[in-house]
């Protein structure tokens, strides 16, 4: 054991379908309690894992970024391998290095970008059930990509924004305010398609909120001109259902 501390950066990826989200939880099995109860196991350290953001129970991660601090003499290397064979399958450390003891993989964080994919044909394949949501309707993509437009920039997402994203008493920061770089949907083979969002930070449930939102769209029930009156009116009420978790995917977080 060193007597100095190190700061360690790892990438993650997990398919969080069986798990209660990132955030630890007394009760339930979470990703950030996963990992941190191997750490414990491998350095012998009450350690605390501090990821670049939450993600909700049945939301998957491709690359989270977290970091943890730790007297262990241990090789990014060995700390590698020790989790990966000690986490279940859901779970892989991709990578580990060492950095600076100031960096926070919250704090530090620059943007997001988070995929959301749907399935549209007539039947779905059973294999794709939790990562794809059925959306077994036609859908107007050219009205999808008229909100998709108005999504970009910086704006009060309020209208996206579930409770419990923020405590609403504080008054300075910068509220529900936050800019969308690169707004998009993409076909991913004829009958799947990809929503991608990238952007300097997102609220809570705002990307699964959106989407829900421009599926009313694609389906008719929504003109893009409805949509953008539901952003300005900032307003939670007046936006769609809440898509569920399980099409959602963090790819990539930016420093």
């Known amino acids: 054991m060193s007597t100095e501390n190190r700061n360690m950066k790892m990438l993650i990826a997990y398919d969080g379908t069986h798990y209660s989200g990132w955030q630890k939880q007394k009760n339930d099995r979470t990703i950030q309690g996963e990992i941190e109860c191997c750490l414990k196991r491998m350095t012998r350290e009450e350690i605390s894992l501090h990821g670049a953001g939450r993600t909700d129970a049945g939301v998957h991660a491709d690359a989270m970024c977290a970091h943890f601090l730790t007297r262990s003499v241990l090789s990014v290397t060995e700390l590698q391998r020790g989790l990966n064979s000690m986490l279940s399958g ?50 107007d993509l050219n009205s999808i990509h008229s909100c998709l437009a108005i999504i970009e920039g910086t704006h009060d997402f309020s209208s996206f924004e579930n409770s419990g994203s923020r405590d609403k008493t504080i008054l300075s920061g910068r509220g529900a305010i936050r800019t969308i770089h690169s707004a998009k949907l993409t076909a991913d083979r004829a009958d799947a398609f990809v929503f991608q969002f990238t952007g300097d930070g997102f609220l809570r449930n705002m990307i699964r909120n959106l989407v829900g939102t421009l599926i009313e769209v694609g389906r008719g029930r929504l003109s893009s001109k409805e949509f953008k009156a539901i952003l300005k009116a900032r307003d939670r009420s007046l936006a769609g259902r809440t898509a569920p978790p399980h099409g959602l995917c963090l790819k990539e977080v930016f420093y």
Do not use: M
């Open 90 to 139: 859901a779970i892989r450390i991709i990578t580990v290095e060492e950095t600076d003891l100031d960096f926070h993989a919250r704090f530090h964080a620059k943007g997001k970008l988070y995929h959301y994919s749907l399935y549209c044909g007539k039947i779905q394949p059973p294999r794709s059930r939790q990562y794809l949501l059925h959306v077994p309707l036609p859908l």
